[in-house]
């Protein structure tokens, strides 16, 4: 952990992905870094850094945390989905004047041998299923799996960190409790396996969820994909990398 009173840099990592994670564990002992988690699941993964739990009251709050801690420096190491924060962090940081860097992971692209369906929500993706029923994995999480509750005749399987409970009222319904990464061997033997007919994700980018969607591609599985929303215009690097060594040039310059 750094030492604080050599710290040159306070840093606040808006965090929750691998990336964050890779970030955390890569930073300069100058840096005095404050990683914040949204709270979405009960047992967060440690990190080698102070860690804090829970929203900042949208951006006037976060401005108002970013002042009152002395932040220099704001990381959005965000999820591609989390377009709510990545908001608030650029509204926050240009009310303080403070600098703020993205890190935004490319989103998969199509390739030859994917059946691929993109859709923009998840309600259009439960409409995209049809009416026939059909064995579907949902890997979206556990937040929005309430939107498959308008097609309930498909017999849905739900992987998840936490528990879903009763957010997808449906007659069949199978849980998995898990925490990713999956590698493709695994997520192929799985689809098959469990018989899935369609897989219903979010298209997250990174190599550490990709395994299900190049299994799918083997597997000739159907995917209905949701495009991740648009974020705010800022600076961004693609990965921890490129973030280690904007924050380097910072400290250097």
């Not at 699941?41 to 002042?67: D, N, Y």
Request: include cysteine.
């Amino acid at each position: 952990m750094p030492d604080r009173e050599r710290a040159t840099m306070r840093v606040l990592i808006l965090g929750g992905t691998t990336e964050a994670s890779a970030l955390v564990k890569g930073l300069d002992p100058r840096i005095d870094a404050t990683l914040s988690l949204a709270g979405r699941t009960s047992a967060p993964k440690r990190e080698p850094v102070p860690t804090r739990i829970g929203g900042f009251g949208g951006p006037e709050g976060l401005a108002a945390w970013i002042a009152e801690n002395r932040i220099e420096t704001v990381i959005d190491a965000t999820h591609p989905f989390a377009a709510r924060i990545g908001r608030n962090a650029a509204l926050a940081c240009e009310r303080t004047g403070v600098a703020l860097l993205a890190i935004r992971r490319p989103a998969w692209e199509r390739i030859q041998g994917d059946r691929w369906t993109e859709v923009e929500t998840m309600a259009e993706a439960a409409r995209t299923l049809g009416e026939t029923p059909r064995r579907v994995f949902l890997t979206i999480g556990r937040l929005e799996v309430g939107a498959f509750a308008t097609a309930p005749q498909h017999d849905y399987l739900v992987r998840a960190i936490e528990p879903i409970g009763d957010a997808l009222p449906v007659p069949r319904l199978t849980e998995i409790a898990a925490r990713g990464p999956f590698d493709e061997a695994a997520e192929a033997a799985f689809l098959a396996e469990r018989q899935i007919e369609v897989l219903v994700t979010k298209n997250s980018g990174g190599p550490a969820t990709y395994g299900k969607i190049a299994a799918a591609r083997a597997l000739d599985v159907p995917v209905v994909i949701v495009r991740p929303p648009d974020k705010p215009d800022v600076d961004s690097v693609p990965d921890a990398e490129g973030a280690l060594a904007w924050l380097r040039e910072r400290l250097e310059a």
